[in-house]
């Protein structure tokens, strides 16, 4: 008989975590509560949904980006073959065709004969049951399990509020108005650039602070992530914040002028058609209405067609320092685990990559073998080690970066000025640990 695994959750960390398990000799139950029921950011059923932008971030080399998606490249994570195999182009990221790439996701955990798909809501977690868990629910994840959840831990849940970017219609862009590049040169010249003279600029500014918000309920605390602030949030923080944010022009340069623009709007293809792209980092909470009159203000989309509107929704995430191990575990309940951005991850990269690991410690646990963390020094070990031993009273969400990785030597920081130097030397080092744990 070989061992099961229940895993709740068809975003991205649950299909890669069962998509792991079910490779190492498990059979595995994957329940999604969608379409039965949805959430206030789902649009589809579909697996694997990316609900914000498209992009998997960077794929420059010796970034902390690239360094987690080679790390799952060299451990097998199939949701990151997926992502490679429905990539748009984007420059210096990596960024897919939605549709197709949930379309490849479904398609390996439908094939394969160790994985049951259960299509129904599932409200409370069996703590005490024979089989070992993995709550990858989400951020989204529905009041009754997030309940249960709290019941389980015992404490009381951190939220804040994230956000989803508008989507136009290509077809809809004054191409005559924007030009393509990527920012200083890197990779392919794959994101639409929509220039801003510094009279546009101030003009869309001062729009931005007179658009009316969506009202927020009574019950809603907005703590919005630092790292996914909403335009007219970061745009309150200093008239030039945004110049120097999201409509940051430096690297930009317009073949039309030889120089960068004073601000710029950055496009970003959607899906492999090519016929809709979204605004980069232009996530909000204004009125839709007020959305269709601001938005036409950026240049080049003055009679655009909006596919979709910036939207904010909640997300949920536990209090990780308090609550977890290295290995995902709760430390009250260890046949429970607990991965993707539930578990105070950010973003979608760290989302797969944390399900892949628990997956591979789900596999050993239920096998009778004792898992081993993933090493300090590594891409993964770093974020695992951030979310299981941060500042229990200041513990936010994080993406994957340099500062989380161990610091080089003092001796060697003195010595090594160049940034970039000292980056490649933390690569090579998190690959030979990676290296070493995978064998």
């Known amino acids: 008989m070989k061992p099961h695994i229940k895993i709740i959750g068809g975003g991205l960390a649950g299909p890669e975590a069962a998509l792991q398990a079910a490779s190492r000799g498990c059979t595995v139950t994957l329940y999604e509560m969608r379409p039965t029921r949805s959430t206030e950011a789902h649009q589809t059923a579909d697996f694997a949904e990316l609900v914000c932008s498209n992009s998997l971030k960077s794929e420059s080399e010796n970034t902390a980006p690239w360094l987690l998606k080679q790390e799952m490249r060299r451990a097998g ?29 479904a398609e390996r955990l439908e094939s394969h004969p160790d994985i049951k798909i259960v299509r129904e809501e599932v409200t409370s977690i069996d703590e005490a049951g024979a089989d070992l868990t993995i709550l990858a629910s989400g951020p989204l994840s529905s009041p009754a399990l997030t309940a249960d959840l709290q019941r389980l831990t015992g404490s009381e849940h951190l939220a804040f509020y994230d956000s989803i970017s508008p989507i136009v219609d290509a077809t809809t862009i004054d ?60 745009a309150r923080r200093g008239r030039d914040t945004l110049r120097f944010g999201p409509m940051k022009p430096a690297g930009l340069t317009n073949p039309k002028t030889g120089r960068w623009p004073y601000a710029a709007v950055q496009l970003r293809q959607e899906n492999l058609r090519a016929d809709s792209y979204n605004l980069v980092g232009f996530q909000n909470h204004l009125k839709f209405g007020e959305q269709n009159k601001v938005l036409r203000m950026i240049p080049g989309l003055e009679n655009a067609t909006f596919l979709r509107y910036g939207q904010i929704h909640r997300n949920t995430y536990i209090h990780a320092p308090s609550l977890l191990t290295e ?35 789900a596999a050993e646990i239920a096998q009778g073998r004792a898992p081993q963390a993933a090493p300090r020094g590594s891409a993964h070990g770093s974020l695992m080690h951030y979310i299981t031993h941060a500042d229990t009273k200041k513990f936010q969400p994080a993406n994957i970066t340099f500062d989380l990785l161990p610091p080089l030597e003092e001796e060697l920081r003195k010595k090594i000025r160049d940034k970039k130097e000292r980056h490649r030397i933390q690569c090579e080092r998190a690959f030979a640990a990676w290296t070493e744990w995978l064998r």
């Open 77 to 105: 994570s199939f949701l990151l073959k997926d992502a490679d195999a429905t990539a748009v182009p984007a420059g210096h990221a990596l960024a897919v065709d939605r549709v197709a790439f949930s379309a490849k996701v």
């Open 175 to 234: 191409m005559e108005k924007v030009y393509f590049a990527a920012r200083w040169d890197k990779g392919t010249a794959d994101y639409i650039n929509c220039p801003f003279t510094k009279e546009e600029y101030d003009a869309f500014i001062d729009a931005l602070a007179a658009a009316e918000n969506v009202e927020s309920k009574e019950w809603e605390k907005l703590q919005y992530f630092e790292g996914c602030l909403p335009i007219e949030e970061t």
């Open 327 to 361: 290995t995902l575990q709760l430390r009250a309940h260890p046949t429970v685990m607990i991965a993707g951005q539930l578990s105070g991850v950010e973003g979608y990269t760290e989302s797969i990559a944390s399900g892949m690991l628990a997956g591979i410690f």
